[in-house]
């Protein structure tokens, strides 16, 4: 496909960015930094170099004082080079390091303590509707999900089962992390059913056959390398009683439909629904992150069960987002966002549909799904 710029923006200071496998964090670092010193640790003989002897990065450094730009691709497969990176940023000699990552295990599990805040922490998330821009396809989206890697193939439905299988044998099997791959094959399967859904540990443990101990170290392993997250409650100032448990949801909606099983029993609204909602906030997360917005993301669910899908919160912005997967909007489609604005009359209330028209009911602001995330740049 043709070159996609994408909206995310560095400064001059060190940082890292963790993202996927296949979401272009290598590609877009090349693009934006060309004359960096660029150390790619995938490629087996640098990766023995420096995982035998890391205070060799130290010498290459000096060796090349014309680079003031030192990428480190994939730090988490030599995690030992932290503390190198730490005491040459310690040197104030104007480097910078950008240090590149698909999973933060590795780094969480040797204790580092992520260079104690001397590099900021960025992420990179699938293509987003601003940046595909006319080729954005909210159908495809919703079907083939938006990781720059799966977009760029020819069959992205094998890609998709590639790129899953990739990450089981590669990230799961290689690195040591389940000994059991049946019992993890089986676990991604029964926790698909959970995206977009309150998370009942209890239930994918039985649905599995396994531990619920063991499911909650899978879901772990799931967000340590950064293919799901689980979204809190909004609680605060809470004038009803809410849940306690988050909500799940793997990063792209692409990612959902392919381990989500489908057969001739299943409706299409019991997948697409859900993978309307993942899409949505898939591109909120990549939305805050690239602007630096200073919010968060949670949902909000009374124990009545009066539920608004996401509620972006921060110092100046407070949103209610509703997600119906309709293109008619019905009276009662308007009731959590009514109760939650009864709460608190301080928030924009929006409601995204799959309908065209953009409308204005009840001080709820109803607008296409596609033209919202087409606005978030």
Request: net charge positive.
């Amino acid at each position: 496909m043709e070159k996609v710029r994408r909206n995310f923006y560095i400064d001059d200071q060190s940082f890292f960015l963790l993202g996927p496998r296949g979401t272009g964090k290598s590609t877009l670092i090349k693009d934006i930094i060309p004359d960096s010193l660029y150390i790619d640790l995938l490629l087996p003989d640098v990766f023995r170099n420096y995982s035998a002897k890391p205070e060799r990065l130290r010498d290459v450094v000096y060796a090349n004082k014309d680079k003031r730009v030192i990428v480190l691709d994939e730090i988490q497969r030599v995690p030992e080079l932290l503390g190198v990176v730490h005491s040459l940023i310690e040197e104030k000699k104007g480097w910078q390091f950008v240090l590149t990552g698909s999973s933060a295990r590795k780094l969480k599990r040797t204790g580092v303590n992520l260079l104690a805040g001397r590099a900021i922490m960025r992420h990179m998330h699938p293509f987003t509707a601003a940046e595909l821009g006319l080729n954005f396809s909210l159908t495809a989206a919703l079907t083939y999900g938006l990781i720059p890697l799966i977009l760029d193939s020819k069959d992205p439905s094998a890609s998709l089962h590639a790129y899953i299988d990739l990450y089981i044998r590669e990230e799961i099997l290689m690195e040591g992390l389940t000994r059991n791959i049946g019992s993890f094959s089986r676990f991604l399967e029964a926790i698909s059913f959970s995206h977009g859904s309150v998370l009942n540990i209890t239930n994918v443990a039985r649905e599995c056959h396994i531990e619920r101990k063991v499911v909650e170290g899978y879901i772990t392993i799931l967000e340590d390398l950064l293919l799901a997250f689980r979204l809190p409650v909004f609680s605060r100032k809470a004038k009803r009683a809410v849940i306690s448990h988050p909500k799940f949801y793997f990063f792209d909606a692409g990612v959902f439909r392919t381990l989500r099983p489908s057969g001739p029993l299943d409706r299409s609204e019991e997948t697409g629904g859900p993978a309307l909602e993942g899409l949505i906030v898939q591109h909120l997360r990549a939305w805050i992150d690239y602007k630096k917005q200073d919010c968060r993301i949670y949902f909000w669910r009374t124990s009545s069960g009066s539920e608004v899908d996401f509620i972006i919160y921060g110092s100046d912005i407070f949103w209610a987002l509703e997600v119906k997967n309709t293109a008619v909007i019905h009276p009662q489609d308007l009731r959590a966002l009514k109760a939650f604005g009864s709460d608190y009359p301080e928030a924009k209330k929006i409601l995204l549909y799959r309908g065209r028209e953009k409308l204005f009911s009840d001080d709820i602001l109803i607008q296409p799904c596609e033209e919202f995330l087409k606005e978030l740049v």
